[in-house]
């Protein structure tokens, strides 16, 4: 079998596994956060950074939900990373932002971080300043385990079909998960233009 029809395989298994439940959860939650008026903020690094760009654009213009991805402003971004350190830049991002019960946070990971192991403690320290503020936690990572896992609200694990494709196949289902989600009846608000 070739790669390309394997991966597509994998594709199709992963559609077919993922929870619905944990998806539906997450939407009840964002449809409360904008009824409230309350604020999304969403976090990645490295490709899931990408992502949480992108999805800020569509929370924002097809739901109307006032949304910012802290990786955006790369000049705070790297300020912080210059001045604090890495590990601060979401939690003091938030901080600034003063994080509130009304907010949410939505993690885009591959592996959710992991303290112990020096692994986007970025993300973990966010999460802590979240709880702090008693904000609602989203998350959607590849693997069980990782701090986004144990401590968001709801947690979607991207089933793992095959692990050396990890990485690719959780960066592309966090698109997939949120593009469903702008597209619920729960949440959208405006037409797409096509």
């Not at 199709?12 to 449809?31: N, T």
């Not at 709801?154 to 997939?176: G, K, M, R």
Request: with cysteine; glycine share 8%; proline share 3%.
């Amino acid at each position: 079998m070739s790669f390309s029809i394997q991966h597509m395989k994998e594709v199709a298994q992963i559609a077919e596994s993922i929870d619905i439940s944990k998806i539906e959860e997450m939407i009840d939650i964002l449809a409360k956060v904008k009824i409230l008026g309350g604020r999304l903020f969403i976090l990645g690094v490295g490709g899931s950074a990408g992502n949480a760009s992108h999805a800020v654009n569509d929370f924002r213009k097809l739901v109307g939900i006032e949304a910012y991805a802290p990786t955006d402003n790369v000049s705070e971004l790297t300020a912080r990373t210059n001045d604090e350190g890495f590990e601060t830049i979401f939690s003091g991002f938030l901080s600034t932002s003063k994080l509130n019960p009304e907010d949410c946070l939505l993690i885009f990971s591959v592996g959710g971080g992991d303290n112990e192991r020096g692994i986007s403690k970025n993300l973990c320290s966010a999460i802590d300043f979240a709880k702090l503020q008693s904000s609602k936690i989203l998350g959607i990572v590849g693997r069980e385990g990782g701090y986004t896992h144990k401590h968001a609200d709801v947690c979607l694990v991207i089933p793992l079909v095959n692990p050396a494709a990890i990485t690719p196949h959780s960066e592309a289902f966090q698109a997939i998960v949120w593009h469903l989600m702008v597209s619920h009846p729960k949440l959208k608000t405006n037409a797409t233009k096509w």
